[in-house]
């Protein structure tokens, strides 16, 4: 029957339009106050943290779920630290170069927008980009490596480059590096595995281990109120789907 058929297409349209306007709805929400606090304390060369960067966090956040986080990076990781005569030296798990690594990141994270984050998002666009092309692009040979900080700053348009790698040689790098040191602390001293993951300032075991590998999850479990279509996409189909199959059940009956 022609009918039937339009029946069936007219509510397809109908409940794919009830899913955009729950969606619409969420994006539209003050998510200020229920923003998830998400730290992650980390390695600018460790593989763990590198592969959790560049195939957990960043690819998760750059969606819906940028809107209910609030995201704190902390590439300090297992490194140790001494203040000596005046100065914080530092011994880093993957070696020196590392600490030079943690400190560009460090000095990214102050200095890009003065550390501000992107209107309306939990972090800063440039920043995060920038650091996730680093995770992403850094030639690691044993404890050497090349930190291609000209290529990740032109695509991300990071324009103060110049004043980031002159911060990471100098005292204020070590200075940030040594902030992050204090943040890192915190959570264990020193910190059980790398990466480690801490939601809304409490360290959990089972999250942190979700996290590794499905971040999407373990954020979702935090955020209150209606979830964002990104953390479950199969059950919002399912609602979907049952709706659908109520309403051309409807449209049957007027036939
Ligand atoms: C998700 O993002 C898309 C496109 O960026 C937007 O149209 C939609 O309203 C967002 N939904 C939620 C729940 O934030
Ligand atoms: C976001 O996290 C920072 C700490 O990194 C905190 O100072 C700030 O209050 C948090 N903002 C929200 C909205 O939770």
């Avoid at 763990?48 to 995201?71: E, M």
């Avoid at 630290?81 to 990214?108: D, L, R, S």
């Avoid at 040191?181 to 300032?201: E, M």
């Avoid at 109120?225 to 709706?243: E, R, V, W, Y």
């Amino acid at each position: 029957m022609p009918n039937s058929k339009f029946a069936f297409i007219f509510s397809l349209i109908f409940a794919f339009a009830l899913a955009q306007m729950d969606d619409h709805h969420a994006s539209h929400m003050n998510h200020e106050q229920h923003r998830v606090n998400v730290a992650v304390y980390y390695e600018s060369l460790c593989p763990d943290s590198r592969k959790f960067f560049t195939q957990q966090l960043y690819p998760s956040l750059q969606g819906n779920l940028s809107n209910f986080v609030n995201l704190t990076l902390v590439p300090y990781g297992k490194t140790k630290m001494n203040f000596v005569t005046n100065e914080y030296e530092f011994e880093c798990h993957h070696g020196p170069k590392e600490c030079e690594g943690n400190k560009i990141q460090a000095c990214a994270l102050k200095l890009i927008d003065g550390g501000r984050k992107t209107e309306g998002i939990g972090f800063n666009k440039v920043t995060v980009g920038f650091i996730n092309c680093l995770m992403d692009k850094t030639e690691r040979k044993g404890n050497d490596a090349t930190f291609p900080v000209k290529d990740c700053a032109e695509i991300n348009h990071v324009n103060n480059l110049n004043i980031i790698e002159n911060c990471a040689g100098h005292t204020d790098g070590s200075n940030y590096l040594a902030n992050l040191g204090a943040l890192t602390k915190a959570v264990a001293d020193p910190l059980a595995s790398v990466p480690t993951i801490v939601f809304n300032q409490n360290f959990k075991s089972e999250d942190n281990t979700l996290a590794q590998t499905n971040f999407v999850k373990a954020l979702c479990q935090y955020i209150q109120g209606t979830k964002p279509s990104d953390c479950n996409g199969a059950s919002n189909i399912k609602i979907s789907l049952g709706f659908l199959v109520v309403v051309s059940f409807i449209a049957k009956l007027f036939n």
